[in-house]
Every structure is written in structure tokens, then in C-alpha cells.
């Protein structure tokens, strides 16, 4: 939104000036179709210039107000203009617009500032519609003022249907497209292109860099995985950017990291622009497009961000003394469990896992699960110990995710040689340019130098791209049987040991959940981050909580 203000001094006799009266001129467009258009604002400037110079008026001063709103007084020229007219020195007599909705398209609201400008001495004069003082033209500003109110409120409906109706066809509506797209033409109709979302590949890798460090970490550069404040920081510190070419923040990073359209499904009108409340699940239009990350990934990043928000997961759950708080589950209605106690007539203390949706709200919302806290703690650690973290054993878990991570690499292939095209596009084009160049048939003037100079800048970046797709594409499908021992054994190891935060902090760590059902114990979670913690046993300490529920116990057990 830009602010634009001129202001046009005119030499005038002394004792005619005091006879002429000042204006100010109020220029404004909504959209870029007004502005090219019979109200455009070179046609306000004219029209206005012209009424003060038959009336006799100076022109003092011009506020310009492009591609902004008069639903409200949110602007910026509008704003200047009011407390400049508001001055106790009384600069101007009158404000000149070309109609009284250029000034406003709110009754209620054009009515208060028009008197507030009244009691300063000025008055808001319209060129094009009958003004004054007297009690008809009052009605007729008043009326011309409701009209335009629902005129603008009934274009918005308009707008507003035509745009859903657009997303709903699968078009774009030209927004910024999220980091990792561009929005490319899919037809015209008329003199109207549609367009809908393509994969930019060269951000895209930045896409999956971004989901990678927040989730495993980077073991090309040896980065354990980070959060969002930290992600920030490390993409900053090595110059990446946004898609308007700035700097990370961590408002910006969530918003990725939460995005549904890497996965293939983008939601438009989602809320309310006004008042920014959530639409109906009838008012939101969800557009198919390309998906850059697998669902896995992208449900594993949402469980870990929940596991990790204050206001869901508190400290005390990673840090408290009871083993399983924010692991064990109720297996009725999927509630957390929380710790209760009892006292027996010898005065002896029990502990107790019991559903804590039942505990706060009563029978009738869970029936609910207890279990002494001891037994369960006992059951969780022993089945670890002697059953998944045994060598043989987490060779047989990891199994299907080597065979799912070597059908992977048919689809990083094709995104290397996608990447490989961006780069020999780039240099095609420098080449074309710098032949140009020596043939003599262009003259590297600044244009040109700025044209080789974005060229370079792109060619780079598909080649930066390009090394880290390269870098993460190997090594992911063999196990080392050197590794699954030696992790088995640590974990067996923390497990057996008597420090409490260290078991929990790896048992957060591995865990999905532990689900309490009546007769059984169902613990759940990634393999994904058994893969990680093995190929980076050392700093399995450091592993941030990540679950998801994707391995489960042998079906011949209990556990």
C-alpha cells in the first residue's frame, strides 16, 4: 500500500487570495482494473483539476490512495489527509473527489467524517453527484452514501462467489503461491488466463530440506533434528530465502511446516478476512495440486509440532518423574492418561495410570481405563528390552521401511533430473546471451548485466539444489548390522537404568504411544525414527519427540 502526496503551489495576488478558496484533491482506486479504467487516477486528477479551475479554486495539495478499500478508514493517504485538514492552521476549505465513493462506501462512517471535517471548516465536495448544505442535498449524500455501501458490500459477494467458483475448477487466484510452487497458465477464456499450481523444483527441495531438518535433521552436514527457531536460524545462516526473496521467520516457518498443500490438497477461503474467524467446512474449497512431501512425512511433522506446543504438551510432561505421562493413552476415546493415587488401610500409597477424561469429567464421558502405574512401567520397559530393541528385531521392523525407501528412489531420481534440466536452462540461456554479446548483435549495457546477473542467481540456486536432492538420495536403504547392535544395547541399557528424564527422554523419543486398552497394551511408533536414531546412535540423546503410528508390536503378543 503506498501513500502518494504532491502538492502544487500557486503564486496568487494578495488580495485575491483571500476571496479564492484552497482544496485538496482525494484520488483513489480499489483494483488494478479501476485504475486502468474511466476512474483511473490520472481521470480522477483530470476531472477534479478541472472542476476547481471553473469554480476558481487552488489546489493545494493531492492525496492518492492506490488499490485500497473505502470500506473503512484503514488508509494510509486518507489518514494523512483528515489530520492535515484537522490542523489547527486550517489549510484547506475543501476536499474535491470525483465521487463520494472514492472518499467512502460506508454511510454510517462518511457521515461521521464529513461533520468531523465541519467542524474544522472544510467541506468534501463531489464533482459528480449534487452537494450542500441544505437539508435536500443532505439526503441525497446520505442516500448516495447507503447506496454505495451496498453496492460494494454486494460486488464482494459477487467477487467472493466467482473467486470460490474459480478455486473450485482447480484455478489459482492470485495469491502468492506457497514456497516450492509457481502458478503457471492452464488456458485462457477470453481475454482471461486461468492458472493453476506447478512444482518449482528448485524450491521444492527447499520444501523437503525444511520438513527433513525439522523431523531427522541433516546427516549431509551432520544436523540433529531442529525446531522451528532453530530451522530458521539455519536456513538464514546459509542464505536461503523466502518466496518474495526475504529473510525466514518463525511465523512464516509454522505456517510451512503446516501447510496441506505440500501433500497435495490446498484450502482456499478458509477465514474470514475481516474479522479472521474460520468459514463453515461448507465455505472452504479445497483445490488439488501437486504434492512435494508423502503423507508420512507431513502427519509426522503435525504430531511432532503438537508434542511439542506448550499449550498442548506441557513441560512438566517431558521433565515430571512419571515415566509415561504423555505417551499412555486411553484406548476408549484416545484420551492422555494421568496419574491418581490411593491409600490402603495400612496406609500404604498406590499409583495409579488412570484416563484422565474420565477422572475430570466422569463415567459418562469414558468408562475408562486404571492400571497400577508400576506394572504398566514395568511392562513397557521389559517388552523394549527383551523384545524391540533385540538385534534380530529391529532388523525385522526396519525390513519394510528399506523396501519402501527403495521404491523411493525411482521418484528422487526423476526430481535429480528435473533439477539437472533447471540447471542446463540456465546455462543455455547465458550461453545465448554472452554469444549475442560476442557477435557484436547486443551491447552488455545494464539491462543486460542485470539479465546475466538474475541468470547466474538461478542457475546457482538449481545447482545448490540439485547437490542436496543428490546428497540425501543414497545410502537410505541399507541397514548396518554393527549399528542395530550397538543401538539395541544403549537402548537396553538407558532402559534398564534407574534415571528417570533419561529413559523418558528416549522413550519420547522412539515412542509413539502407549495405548491402554483392558486386556492389552498396544505400543506404537515410527520407523522412520528408528532408522534415524540407529544411523545416528551417538547422538540419540539429542533426538527431538517425533511419533506417529507406524510399526506396532509382533500380533503374537500382548504388547
Known amino acids: 500500500m503506498s501513500l502518494v502526496k504532491s502538492s502544487t503551489k500557486i503564486p496568487i495576488p494578495k488580495v485575491a487570495a483571500a476571496k479564492m478558496r484552497r482544496a485538496a484533491l482525494y484520488l483513489r482506486v480499489s483494483t488494478g482494473r479501476q485504475a486502468e479504467g474511466d476512474v483511473s487516477l490520472p481521470s480522477q486528477r483530470r476531472l477534479t483539476r478541472g472542476h476547481c479551475e471553473r469554480e476558481g479554486w487552488i489546489v493545494t495539495d493531492e492525496y492518492v490512495e492506490p488499490g485500497v ?40 462512517e462518511m457521515e461521521l467524517a464529513i461533520r468531523k471535517l465541519r467542524r474544522h471548516g472544510v467541506e468534501v465536495v463531489s464533482i459528480t453527484q449534487p452537494t450542500g448544505t441544505d437539508p435536500s442535498a443532505e439526503m441525497m449524500r446520505q442516500i448516495i452514501g ?14 467472493t462467489r466467482a473467486m470460490r467458483e474459480n478455486a473450485s475448477q482447480g484455478f489459482w487466484n492470485g495469491a502468492t503461491p506457497p514456497l516450492g510452487y509457481n502458478a503457471v497458465e492452464a488456458e485462457r477464456r477470453g481475454a482471461k488466463i486461468k492458472k493453476r499450481l506447478a512444482i518449482d523444483e528448485v524450491e521444492a527441495e527447499t520444501v523437503r530440506l525444511i520438513f527433513r531438518l525439522y523431523l531427522e535433521g541433516d546427516s549431509a552436514t551432520g544436523t540433529p533434528p531442529l525446531g522451528i527457531k532453530e530451522v530458521v536460524k539455519w ?42 474467524e474460520r468459514r463453515s467446512d461448507e465455505e472452504i474449497v479445497t483445490i488439488d495440486v501437486p504434492r512435494i512431501l508423502e503423507d508420512a512425512t507431513f502427519e509426522a511433522v503435525q504430531v511432532k509440532l503438537v508434542a511439542n506446543n506448550p499449550r498442548v504438551s506441557p513441560v512438566r510432561i517431558a521433565s515430571g518423574p ?35 477424561s474420565r477422572a475430570q469429567r466422569g463415567p459418562t464421558v469414558c468408562r475408562g481405563n486404571s492400571i497400577p502405574m508400576a506394572h504398566l512401567d514395568d511392562l513397557v520397559l521389559t517388552a523394549l528390552q527383551e523384545r524391540l530393541f533385540a538385534p534380530e528385531r529391529l532388523a525385522e521392523v526396519l525390513s519394510a521401511l528399506v523396501a519402501r525407501r527403495a521404491a523411493r528412489a525411482e521418484a528422487v531420481d526423476a526430481r535429480l533430473v528435473a533439477l539437472q534440466t533447471e540447471v542446463a536452462t540456465a546455462e543455455d540461456k547465458l550461453r545465448r546471451l554472452y554469444k549475442l554479446v560476442e557477435d557484436g548483435m547486443a551491447d552488455l549495457d545494464d539491462i543486460l548485466r542485470d539479465r546475466i546477473a538474475i541468470l547466474k542467481g538461478e542457475r546457482e540456486r538449481a545447482q545448490a539444489a540439485f547437490e542436496r536432492a543428490r546428497a540425501q538420495s543414497g545410502g537410505h536403504a541399507a541397514i548396518d548390522p554393527e549399528k542395530v ?23 519420547r523419543a522412539i515412542l509413539g504411544a502407549v495405548e491402554v486398552d483392558t486386556a492389552t497394551v498396544r505400543i506404537t511408533g515410527s520407523r522412520d525414527v528408528l532408522h534415524a536414531a540407529i544411523a545416528d546412535a551417538p547422538a540419540a540423546r539429542d533426538v527431538v519427540q517425533f511419533t506417529g503410528p507406524k510399526w506396532r508390536a509382533r500380533k503374537d503378543s500382548n504388547l
Not at 87 to 95: E, F, N, S, T, V
Not at 327 to 353: I, N
Not at 491 to 500: A, F, K, N, W, Y
Open 235 to 276: 536456513l538464514n545462516s546459509r542464505g536461503f530465502v523466502t518466496k518474495r526473496g526475504g529473510t525466514f521467520g518463525v511465523g512464516a516457518m509454522h505456517h510451512i511446516l503446516t501447510n496441506t498443500a505440500y501433500v497435495g490438497r490446498w484450502h482456499y477461503n478458509v477465514r474470514n478476512k475481516a474479522t479472521g
Open 322 to 356: 512419571i515415566l509415561l505421562t504423555g505417551l499412555a493413552t486411553c484406548a476408549h476415546c484416545g484420551g492422555g492418561m494421568t496419574q491418581r493415587t490411593g491409600t490402603s488401610r495400612s496406609g500404604k500409597v498406590y499409583a495409579y495410570y488412570t484416563c484422565a
Open 485 to 507: 547392535a550397538a543401538f539395541g544395547k544403549l537402548m537396553r541399557e538407558v532402559l534398564s537404568s534407574t534415571d528417570t528424564p533419561a529413559r523418558k527422554a528416549y522413550l
Open 146 to 159: 447507503i447506496f454505495d455501501e451496498y453496492t460494494s458490500k454486494e460486488n464482494g459477494k459477487q467477487v
Open 69 to 108: 478499500s473505502a470500506t473503512d478508514d484503514r488508509r494510509p493517504a486518507f489518514q494523512a489527509l483528515m489530520d492535515r485538514a484537522c490542523d489547527a492552521d486550517r489549510p484547506y476549505d475543501l476536499i474535491v473527489v470525483h465521487a463520494f465513493s472514492r472518499f467512502y462506501r460506508n454511510g454510517a
